[in-house]
Nanobody, 124 residues
Framework: VQLQASGGGLVQAGGSLRLSCAAS????????MGWFRQRLGKERELVAA????????NYADSVKGRFTISRDNAQNTVYLHMNSLRPEDTADYYC??????????????????WGQGTLVTVSS
């Protein structure tokens, strides 16, 4: 299984970015997906999760109303649309796939496959 994240970069506070994560080596449409982030000196935390069909989503309180997770099962890609970015959103962002088909949730132990990080830097 390979997950390739992209789309990070430098943006001013209040700006927007869209992260993408292309998956291969699994039947993408069967697996829940998540975006996590790790800020400097902090533990990794869930940002958003989406079920295999896209019908269910879950967000960290800190990003609700600003970030949107979506997926395109035909393209084997999951996205994280980030609006109204804040300096505290600066982090390495990672996409992940659940260990088992049909799984969905906010617990990081549900996820077995991880992409490399993509760095998002928000300047004030």
């Amino acid at each position: 299984v390979q997950l390739q994240a992209s789309g990070g970069g430098l943006v001013q506070a209040g700006g927007s970015l869209r992260l993408s994560c292309a998956a291969s080596g699994l039947t993408f449409s069967n697996y829940g997906m998540g975006w996590f982030r790790q800020r400097l000196g902090k533990e990794r935390e869930l940002v958003a999760a989406i079920s295999w069909s896209g019908s269910r989503t879950n967000y960290a309180d800190s990003v609700k109303g600003r970030f949107t997770i979506s997926r395109d099962n035909a393209q084997n890609t999951v996205y994280l649309h980030m609006n109204s970015l804040r300096p505290e959103d600066t982090a390495d962002y990672y996409c992940a796939a659940t260990r088992y088909p049909g799984s969905f949730g906010i617990d990081s132990t549900l996820y077995a496959y991880w992409g490399q990080g993509t760095l998002v830097t928000v300047s004030s």
